[in-house]
């Protein structure tokens, strides 16, 4: 087992060892390069469970942003075992059924490390983390990556993005998500980017972190970004506001300028990818586009406005022969390339589903209410326990025999959802994206 991940982490700290790494801002500890190397290795050395047991095994962990996360991980490079990081809001059997789906070779439960029985060793050279991604079939599905793989991800985005080790990245997504992952836990292994860990997501929270620990540059996601735009709070050092994880809505990057005198910029990536797309000047991010093709990335249109995406940080179905070669894949995107390679995404494909025996586009329907006045999200989806009945939510103050009223002027009524829920926001997931199936109970119930 290779230790590519492990070996630049070493050469982080022979280079940034006593600069600080990291800062938990809800207890304001702080810990160096060197010193948070020593706590990786103390962790290990803990575990009661010798090296060698670990080396090639996966190990699954759900823990939150924070000091405890990183030792974690390092500790797991050092044994060259393969880490599994889920969300830390999963409950513990959800957690332990996934380790053993995926045939793991440990669980860590919170406090100890729990062998699992029918485990697999991964013995492609360099597989150093897998990624747990439900994509478009709501259905856990493992994605295998190498260190080379994750190495390039990191440096394409940093060095699109200008993201250097005088920077301090303000960690509020996720460690363990792909967009965390690119953006903050792997720039700090491999390029020295230090981290503040968020104290809370409220927009006063951020605020007190800001003035406490002046972060210059901040990935969040789009529920983030129009809570503090519509807030009162100041964030007088951040440099660099990106933003990923859904779609985001141009009135918000439009508050967001008007309110702090900086633009956002739209990220564009996915599990299977890493990072795709960057607005470096946030223009783009204005009209609701997405930017261009990272450095290191090439985009290539196909028919039916699919994206072909080819880069070294690509998912590819069997990393023990990759040998260095680039990945590519298809996005299941509908996407648009504009003048001089930029991108508009304009919605999910495969989404046409049969209503009262007649075809329809979900897309169309989502179009139409982005249309309305006041309208901010919209998300549109079937269900039912007969029949399929269309049925929507959007975010907006609006009453839904209103907004009714409108479509019926332009669409004919079956294209009209039969059930719609107006929300003052949508839910989010611990990973800051739409909460889906909330809104599906929360539509049709159940």
């Not at 982080?12 to 304001?28: E, F, H, K, L, S």
């Not at 960690?171 to 690119?182: E, N, T, V």
């Not at 309110?259 to 990072?275: A, C, K, Q």
Request: with cysteine.
């Amino acid at each position: 087992m290779s230790h590519g991940l492990h070996d630049a982490w070493l050469r982080t700290v022979a280079r940034r060892g006593r600069g600080r790494a990291m800062v938990q801002a809800a207890d304001g500890r702080e810990v160096t390069f060197a010193e948070l190397d020593a706590l990786a290795t103390s962790w290990l050395n803990r575990l009661g469970t010798a090296p060698r047991e670990l080396r090639g095994r996966g190990v699954v962990f759900a823990v939150p942003n924070g000091l405890r996360w990183l030792e974690i991980f390092l500790g797991l490079l050092k044994a060259g075992a393969v880490a599994v990081p889920m969300d830390s809001a999963e409950p513990p059997l959800a957690q332990r059924r996934l380790a053993e789906s995926l045939r793991a070779g440990f669980w860590w439960s919170g406090d100890r490390l729990i062998p699992l029985a029918g485990a697999r060793r991964y013995r492609g050279a360099e597989i150093s983390l897998v990624k747990v991604t439900s994509g478009t079939t709501g259905q856990p599905r493992p994605l295998v990556f190498t260190a080379p793989q994750l190495l390039a991800d990191a440096r394409q985005i940093a060095s699109t993005m200008g993201i250097r080790a005088r920077d301090l990245n303000y960690a509020l997504i996720p460690f363990g998500h792909s967009y965390g992952l690119g953006n903050l836990a792997l720039p700090l292994i491999v390029q020295g980017v230090p981290v503040v860990c968020a104290s809370a997501a409220l927009p006063a929270a951020i605020e007190a972190d800001f003035v406490r620990w002046r972060p210059t540059v901040f990935p969040g996601v789009p529920p983030v970004w129009r809570a503090l735009a519509g807030s009162e709070v100041r964030l007088d050092s951040l440099r660099l506001a990106i933003s990923a994880g859904a779609p985001l809505p141009p009135e918000v990057a439009r508050d967001f300028a008007a309110r702090f005198g900086r633009r956002l910029h739209s990220f564009y990536g996915s599990s299977e990818t890493g990072g795709i797309s960057y607005d470096a000047s946030g223009a783009m991010t204005l009209a609701g586009g997405v930017g261009r093709a990272l450095r290191g990335v090439k985009l290539t249109p196909l028919g039916g406005q699919r994206l072909q995406v080819r880069s070294a940080a690509v998912f590819t179905r069997d990393n023990s022969k990759r040998a260095g070669r680039q990945g590519c894949w298809v996005m299941p995107d509908r996407v648009r390339i504009e003048a001089k390679g930029a991108l508009t995404l304009l919605g999910r494909r495969g989404r046409t589903v049969k209503v009262g025996g007649r075809r329809l586009d979900l897309g169309e329907v989502e179009a139409a209410l982005k249309r309305l006045a006041g309208v901010r999200d919209v998300w549109v989806g079937v269900g039912g326990r007969g029949e399929p009945v269309l049925g929507a939510a959007v975010a907006a103050e609006r009453v839904p025999a209103e907004l009714r009223a409108e479509l019926l002027t332009g669409h004919a009524a079956w294209k009209i959802p039969r059930k719609l829920v107006a929300l003052a926001a949508f839910p989010v997931t611990a990973r800051g994206k739409t909460d889906t199936r909330a809104l599906q109970a929360m539509v049709f119930g159940g």
